[in-house]
C-alpha cells in the first residue's frame, strides 16, 4: 500500500488502518492475532486502540484490547513493522479507569496514570500517536459536530484546554508518545489546540479521529478546511456506520452475532430518515456494481484531507472484503451521485 504524511509529522501511514475496539469481548484472542497478522501482511501499518476498548466499556473488560495487541506483539515481535495508536478518556462519570475511583478527566495526573498504564498492557516503551479519545468540556453532542446544535451548560470543573495540552508536550519531551491526535474533536476545539501549539504550551496536533461516512458527513462543514490549511489528517471511523452502509441490516435484519444483535448500541445509525438514507446508497453502489462495502470505504478514502480510513473487522473475512476497497476505482461520477444523495439525506447519522 501506498504510504500517506499523517498531518506534519514523520509518520507514513497506509490508506486503512487496522481498529481493534472488538478485541476482549466480541473478537476473541485468536481470531485477533489471525487479523492482525493478515492486516499488517497486507501492508496496514497503523493499530487504533483506547484505554477504553473493547466496547461496551465495562469494568470487567477495560484494558483487554490492549492487552491483547501487546500480546500479539510479544509473541510474533512485529513492533518495528507498525505504529500503535491509542486513546486516553474524556470526560465521564466512568470510575473504574483510575486507581484512585475518579470520573476520568483530562488532567495532568489522569493523563500520567493512562499513557504509563497504555505502554505497560501493550509493552512498549513509547506510543506513536495518543489521543484524546473525546473532550473533557461539555459539548453539544457525542462526536461534537452535530447536524443540529444543541445548547449546552459548560462544567464547572473542565480542563483548560492549554492545561491539558502542556501534559501531552511533555510526554513527548519524555519519550512516551511520539505524535499527538484528537478524536472525536470540533472546530473549536481544534483551533484551540492549534493555538495552544502556537504559543508554544503544547504539541501540535497531527490528526482528528471523527466518524465520516457517507451518512455523516459533518466534518466538511467546518473541520475540512481547518484540515485542509493547517495540514491535519483525518482518521475517519464508522465509515461503515457501524456496519448498516453493508446493507445488512436493511429491512430490519439481524444477522446473528452481528453488533447490533449482541450489544444494541447502535442507535446513532436508527435515527429517522437513516433508513431511507443507507438503503439509497446501499442501492447506489449496486447501480454501480459494486459491493456495498468496498463502495462506503472507497468513498472515505478519496476525499479530501483523509490520511487513512479507520476499519473494524470483528472476524478475518469481513477484513478481506475491506481490502477489496482499495481496489475500487472511486470515479467522478460516483462522487456526484453520493453528492446527489447527500443533497437530498443530508447527515442522518451525525
Known sequence: MQKRRLGRSDLL???LTLGTMTYGEQTGEADAFAILDRAVDAGINLLDMAEMYPVPPRRETQGATETIVGAWLKQHGRRDEVLL?????????????????????LTRPQIVEAVEKSLRRLGTDHIDLYQIHWPDRVTSAWGTVPARFKPFAPAADETAIGETAAVFADLMRAGKIGQFGLSNESPYGLMRFLDAAERGIGPRPVSVQNAYSLVNRTWEGGLAEIALRE?????????????????????????ARSRKALFNRLQRYEKPHADAAIAAYVDLADDFG????????????NQPTVASVIIGPSAPDQLDSNLAALHLAWTAEMQAAVDDLHQRFGNPCP
Do not use: H, M
Open 290 to 301: 459494486a459491493d456495498p462495502v468496498s463502495f462506503a470505504l472507497a468513498f472515505a478514502l
Open 231 to 255: 495540514e491535519i489528517g483525518l482518521l475517519p471511523y464508522s465509515s461503515l456506520a457501524q456496519g448498516y452502509l453493508t446493507g445488512k441490516y436493511l429491512c430490519g435484519a439481524l444477522p
Open 85 to 105: 495508536a491509542t486513546k486516553v478518556c474524556g470526560r465521564s462519570g466512568n470510575d473504574w479507569f483510575r486507581d484512585d475511583g475518579a470520573p476520568t478527566r
Open 13 to 15: 501511514v497506509a490508506p
